[in-house]
């Protein structure tokens, strides 16, 4: 069965926190991973700021600079693992609809409510993350570490 992976379990696999061995735990255990390029952007988005130590303009500064070596590091550290666990990317709907349907009918907020919106277009029914707003959503299964 698909799963799709949130970019908490990403992050917490890539950058070292409390829940490190939790996400090893799921991603050894789902079968066909898969997540999106909004997740993936938001993992790289949530990397820079670590490294870099800041948000929003100030992180875009430091972007335009040029990247870091441990910036450059995590991007190359992102796409190995990708390509390692045989992650399949998938493009998210461009049904604006079921996006506003979903944001109104659950309460997510817009990337959160892609990443369902993603699922239900593709009959995915399971979610690795550790975001609770996804147990809102009646049509897809959170996902946990000996689950």
Same mark, same amino acid.
């Given at each position: 069965?698909?799963?799709?992976?949130?970019?908490?379990?990403?992050?917490? @696999?890539?950058?070292? !926190?409390?829940?490190?061995? %939790?996400?090893?735990?799921?991603?050894?255990?789902?079968?066909?991973?898969?997540?999106?390029?909004?997740?993936?952007?938001?993992?790289?988005?949530?990397?820079?700021?670590?490294?870099?130590?800041?948000?929003? =303009?100030?992180?875009?500064?430091?972007?335009?600079?040029?990247?870091?070596?441990?910036?450059?590091? @995590?991007?190359?550290?992102?796409? !190995? =693992?990708?390509?390692?666990?045989?992650?399949?990317?998938?493009?998210?709907?461009?049904?604006?609809?079921?996006?506003?349907?979903?944001?109104?009918?659950?309460?997510?907020?817009?990337?959160?409510?892609?990443?369902?919106?993603?699922?239900?277009?593709?009959?995915?029914?399971?979610?690795?993350?550790?975001?609770?707003?996804? %147990?809102?959503?009646?049509?897809?299964?959170?996902?946990?570490?000996?689950?």
């Amino acid at each position: 069965m698909a799963t799709l992976v949130d970019s908490n379990i990403l992050v917490s @696999f890539l950058i070292e !926190s409390e829940k490190t061995d %939790e996400a090893e735990k799921i991603l050894e255990v789902i079968d066909e991973p898969a997540t999106t390029l909004n997740v993936l952007e938001e993992v790289i988005y949530v990397g820079f700021s670590l490294i870099y130590g800041c948000r929003g =303009f100030a992180l875009r500064e430091e972007v335009k600079r040029g990247l870091s070596d441990n910036a450059i590091t @995590f991007l190359n550290g992102l796409k !190995s =693992f990708v390509e390692e666990f045989e992650i399949d990317i998938l493009q998210p709907p461009s049904d604006l609809k079921l996006l506003l349907d979903i944001i109104t009918s659950y309460g997510l907020l817009p990337n959160d409510a892609l990443i369902a919106a993603t699922c239900k277009h593709y009959g995915i029914k399971r979610i690795a993350t550790f975001d609770e707003d996804f %147990e809102r959503v009646d049509f897809l299964e959170v996902f946990r570490a000996g689950v």
